[in-house]
């Protein structure tokens, strides 16, 4: 289910949520949280009854909120005020998975508050997760798509596909984000993902320095001068960076 997730939930601290909200929240969700409180999902579609914004039979996720993640008021509510309690586990942009409270075992709803659409999508929260199946994103799109989206992408790639979708976003605006990814790269276990994540920086250092952290790519330089990855080239990098 999981390709990265936060550490196990207690059962001390999902206790206080409930207790806090008043809500009980179903039996698979805390098995979940007892393995991971949160993170990215290995799987990234499920089946719905009409068409989308996504597309015309299926919806898009790309993680399971963490308890303190869960939303359960969200600004949207000031424009559509559904009945009942509902708690939210995934956003992407204004449209939300969630639990919806109004039966005696919670329904999964999907909605997209700009098109005021509602939909259940499962019954219960275990059919949901059941429901759940993988088809690839369109790597030329990846300029276009979230950031979480990407993140769920670039933990499924190989080499190949993480180099394609990363340099699709070189000129995005969010450094710290793609800088992010590169040192996540750089403190791979396997070589050739080390070796793009070099290829990368280089790129950022060349052509975005001035929108760079400095702080951030002296850290990530001295890291790979420990290391001895790549000496001389490591050293190139360096010079340009303090020239």
């Known amino acids: 289910m999981w390709l990265r997730g936060a550490s196990p939930a207690l059962d001390s601290e999902i206790e206080t949520w409930e207790e806090t909200h008043h809500l009980s929240l179903p ?8 393995v991971h409180n949160g993170g990215l999902l290995a799987k990234n579609h499920f089946p719905v009854a009409e068409p989308t914004s996504y597309g015309l039979a299926d919806a898009e996720i790309y993680s ?14 000031q424009d559509v005020d559904l009945p009942g309690n509902q708690v939210y586990f995934h956003q992407d942009g204004h449209r939300y998975i969630g639990l919806d409270y109004q039966t005696a075992e919670p329904r999964v709803i999907y909605v997209d508050f700009e098109t005021l659409q509602t939909l259940v999508v499962a019954e219960n929260f275990a059919d949901f997760v059941e429901s759940l199946y993988f088809s690839p994103f369109d790597v030329a799109f990846a300029p276009n798509y979230p ?41 791979s276990e396997e070589a050739p993902f080390r070796q793009i994540g070099v290829t990368l920086l280089e790129n950022q250092i060349y052509y975005f320095r001035r929108k760079l952290d400095a702080t951030r790519v002296d850290e990530m330089l001295r890291w790979l001068e420990s290391q001895h990855f790549w000496p001389e080239k490591v050293a190139e990098l360096r010079k340009e960076w303090e020239d």
């Open 27 to 34: 039996g698979g969700y805390k098995d979940m949280l007892r």
């Open 147 to 187: 950031l979480e989206k990407l993140e769920q992408m670039l933990a499924m790639a190989n080499v190949q596909k993480a180099l394609e979708i990363l340099q699709l976003l070189e000129d995005r605006a969010e450094k710290d984000w793609y800088l992010t990814q590169i040192d996540g790269l750089l403190h």
């Open 64 to 77: 399971i909120a963490g308890l303190d993640g869960l939303q359960r008021h969200i600004l949207e509510e």
